[in-house]
């Protein structure tokens, strides 16, 4: 069970997803508790989940994976695994940074990274050898990332409306 989030769980939340190494000295001082308290909160929301990971976003250019594609993919219908059968098989495939199962004309749209058009033509091939019950797949090619980021806002709307 999750404990509801209060006004201070909400500001450290905040805090942490834009930097997970701010020390809780820092986040006590801004938000004003003591570093005890926010040392206890934190450990609260990252054992019920409510903090799923502390990672380090590491830029596709520096490593090599400059090229980023957005596959959209259509399922049989009249198979109803296929989407936790490709789930599964898409784990063990780290090009593949995300996968939602949506509404309209696609089943699934699906975020790859890739060093080049050819290596992404290879994972294609291997995702349709590997998964049959995909019929087809739309292929987006991103020209250029205009924001990307996996911030959720915690505190009240009427705080975070963005103006002008």
Known sequence: MTTPLDHFDQKILTIVQRDCSVKAEVIAESIGLSSSAVQKRL????????????????????????MTFVAAMEIERENYDTVAKFRDWAK?????????????????????????????????ARVMECNPMIRRITTNVVLNTLKTGLFIPVENDEQNAGGD
């Open 43 to 66: 450990k609260r929301m990252r054992d019920e989940k409510v903090i799923s990971a502390e990672i380090a976003v590491v830029d596709r250019n520096a490593v090599g994976r400059p």
């Open 92 to 124: 063990q495939v780290d090009e593949i940074q995300q996968i939602y199962y949506v509404t309209g004309a696609a089943d699934l749209i699906v975020i790859i990274t890739a060093k080049d058009v050819e290596v992404y033509d290879r994972l294609t």
